[in-house]
């Protein structure tokens, strides 16, 4: 295997660094976390980073490009106002319909807005060339995702003649502007620009391997998928129950941690019903983690179950060490196909946590969706692949009663995470991509 401290020279191009705590953020510094820091740099579109911003090289490319949202004393300004009077974007990922005509004016100027200022034409300063030369990159990655970043990532590649590695975290090409007619000049600039990326691009990373197949088929390129790392989380002082009597205070817990966005809200408020029936034999209590505006937009929807508390939003690491402290791990996917478009390719970054807890898990959404289909394939969680009371019920008795059952699918579940998802080994697969393409295009 390649030796670590071997690392090549990687310019990260891409909307922010590794600060913050999305999705994407999370997997991109994990992923990259054993890397040498002196040999990896940035270009990216956030203004400031928030954090860690001394460990690495950057270079902010805001003040570059068009649409910017703030004015130079700081202060928003139009465009950030109407962002800020709009509700999800109509027409790109995670979107809902408008409940009023005001949300829906909002929506439409923000997406047209947004859409089309990445249309024109940036400035490319000599600072950037200055940035470049001086870090003397290797080769470019980026989870591109972004008209700008598409640009920024040919103008580079061409002008020093460096491959480029794409890194698909959701299916944004198939996605991105699609079935919104105002929206068909950028949905074409999108298309082309992922065109002239891939002529530049050996092969690719994705987020899942159901992904990978597809995207390989496409491009006629080979594609490997490289999801959310995490160290080993197991703790094997706290065990499973095996029925609710082994509980030392009588009480199950169940968790539940990731967005309530994309309807997921609705499944959770279905298992909640179901446990509610089930508290009459059993005191339950069902912690949520997710980010304080989700809970905002949909908590009002679980008042009515005393046994449901939110327990915030949490960075990784304290995240999961409350993780540890629950019984049984929710995982939950949308059914309805509008979402189910935006999530069928891909895996959340939850779920490598929950593998590495080696904790049961009961996952319900769509069989033939990439999240549940990978724990289903690979026997290593309780999945119900429609919404169905009694079905649900059922499964959930198997959680209560089958201590066989819950030690298997635990096993299997800390098994896959050590196959697929340990940070130290994925971390070194990585790196050994990265390097045979580096050798290979010299």
């Not at 990326?197 to 995207?215: D, L, P, R, V």
């Not at 449901?308 to 960075?315: A, H, N, S, T």
């Not at 009694?390 to 009663?401: D, G, H, Q, T």
């Given at each position: 295997?390649?030796?670590?401290?071997?690392?090549?020279?990687?310019?990260?191009?891409?909307?922010?660094?590794?600060?913050?705590?999305?999705?994407?953020?999370?997997?991109?510094?994990?992923?990259?976390?054993?890397?040498?820091?002196?040999?990896?740099?940035?270009?990216?579109?956030?203004?400031?980073?928030?954090?860690?911003?001394?460990?690495?090289?950057?270079?902010?490319?805001?003040?570059?490009?068009?649409?910017?949202?703030?004015?130079?004393?700081?202060?928003?300004?139009?465009?950030?106002?109407?962002?800020?009077?709009?509700?999800?974007?109509?027409?790109?990922?995670?979107?809902?319909?408008?409940?009023?005509?005001?949300?829906?004016?909002?929506?439409?100027?923000?997406?047209?807005?947004?859409?089309?200022?990445?249309?024109?034409?940036?400035?490319?300063?000599?600072?950037?060339?200055?940035?470049?030369?001086?870090?003397?990159?290797?080769?470019?990655?980026?989870?591109?995702?972004?008209?700008?970043?598409?640009?920024?990532?040919?103008?580079?590649?061409?002008?020093?003649?460096?491959?480029?590695i794409p890194h698909f975290l959701d299916d944004?090409?198939?996605?991105?502007?699609?079935?919104?007619?105002?929206?068909?000049?950028?949905?074409?600039?999108l298309i082309v620009g992922l065109k002239k990326?891939?002529?530049?691009?050996?092969?690719?990373?994705?987020?899942?391997?159901?992904?990978?197949?597809?995207?390989?088929?496409?491009?006629?390129?080979?594609?490997?998928?490289?999801?959310?790392?995490?160290?080993?989380?197991?703790?094997?002082?706290?065990?499973?129950?095996?029925?609710?009597?082994?509980?030392?205070?009588?009480?199950?817990?169940?968790?539940?941690?990731?967005?309530?966005?994309?309807?997921?809200?609705?499944?959770?408020?279905?298992?909640?019903?179901?446990?509610?029936?089930?508290?009459?034999?059993?005191?339950?209590?069902?912690?949520?983690?997710?980010?304080?505006?989700?809970?905002?937009?949909?908590?009002?929807?679980?008042?009515?179950?005393?046994?449901?508390?939110?327990?915030?939003?949490?960075?990784?690491?304290?995240?999961?060490?409350?993780?540890?402290?629950?019984?049984?791990?929710?995982?939950?996917?949308?059914?309805?196909?509008?979402?189910?478009?935006?999530?069928?390719?891909?895996?959340?970054?939850?779920?490598?946590?929950?593998?590495?807890?080696?904790?049961?898990?009961?996952?319900?959404?769509?069989?033939?969706?990439?999240?549940?289909?990978?724990?289903?394939?690979?026997?290593c969680a309780l999945v119900v692949g429609k919404?169905?009371?009694?079905?649900?019920?059922?499964?959930?008795?198997?959680?209560?009663?089958?201590?066989?059952?819950?030690?298997?699918?635990?096993?299997?579940?800390?098994?896959?995470?050590?196959?697929?998802?340990?940070?130290?080994?994925?971390?070194?697969?990585?790196?050994?991509?990265?390097?045979?393409?580096?050798?290979?295009?010299?």
């Open positions: 295997m390649t030796n670590l401290s071997a690392s090549p020279r990687i310019l990260i191009v891409g909307t922010c660094t590794f600060d913050g705590d999305d999705a994407t953020t999370i997997t991109l510094r994990n992923l990259f976390a054993g890397w040498e820091k002196n040999n990896i740099a940035f270009l990216h579109l956030t203004s400031v980073p928030s954090r860690n911003k001394s460990n690495y090289l950057t270079f902010n490319l805001s003040k570059f490009l068009f649409g910017n949202f703030k004015t130079e004393n700081e202060q928003p300004g139009f465009i950030n106002n109407v962002r800020a009077s709009r509700s999800l974007i109509y027409g790109v990922q995670g979107a809902n319909k408008a409940v009023s005509f005001k949300t829906f004016l909002f929506n439409f100027l923000h997406t047209f807005i947004s859409a089309h200022r990445a249309l024109i034409p940036y400035q490319y300063p000599q600072e950037l060339d200055d940035f470049i030369n001086r870090f003397h990159p290797d080769v470019i990655y980026s989870p591109l995702a972004d008209i700008r970043i598409m640009k920024i990532v040919n103008k580079i590649s061409a002008k020093y003649k460096l491959p480029v944004w090409q198939n996605t991105m502007y699609a079935d919104n007619l105002f929206l068909t000049i950028p949905r074409i600039a990326i891939m002529t530049k691009a050996y092969y690719g990373f994705t987020i899942s391997q159901k992904m990978a197949n597809e995207y390989g088929n496409k491009f006629q390129k080979p594609f490997f998928p490289f999801m959310n790392c995490v160290e080993d989380s197991y703790d094997a002082s706290i065990s499973i129950p095996e029925a609710p009597s082994d509980c030392p205070d009588g009480q199950l817990q169940f968790c539940y941690s990731g967005g309530l966005h994309l309807n997921r809200y609705k499944i959770l408020l279905a298992i909640c019903e179901v446990l509610q029936q089930k508290r009459s034999e059993q005191n339950i209590k069902l912690s949520v983690f997710t980010k304080t505006t989700d809970w905002e937009k949909y908590g009002g929807n679980f008042k009515k179950f005393d046994f449901v508390k939110y327990m915030g939003f949490l960075k990784p690491d304290e995240l999961m060490n409350q993780l540890r402290k629950h019984d049984f791990l929710i995982h939950v996917e949308s059914f309805e196909p509008k979402f189910v478009k935006y999530t069928r390719l891909s895996i959340s970054t939850k779920i490598p946590e929950y593998l590495s807890l080696k904790k049961p898990i009961l996952a319900i959404g769509p069989d033939d969706i990439a999240s549940i289909e990978y724990l289903s394939s690979n026997n919404i169905n009371d009694e079905l649900i019920a059922s499964k959930i008795n198997i959680l209560f009663s089958d201590k066989i059952f819950n030690d298997t699918i635990s096993k299997m579940a800390y098994s896959l995470f050590k196959k697929n998802h340990e940070a130290k080994q994925q971390q070194v697969l990585l790196k050994e991509k990265i390097m045979n393409l580096v050798q290979f295009s010299k």
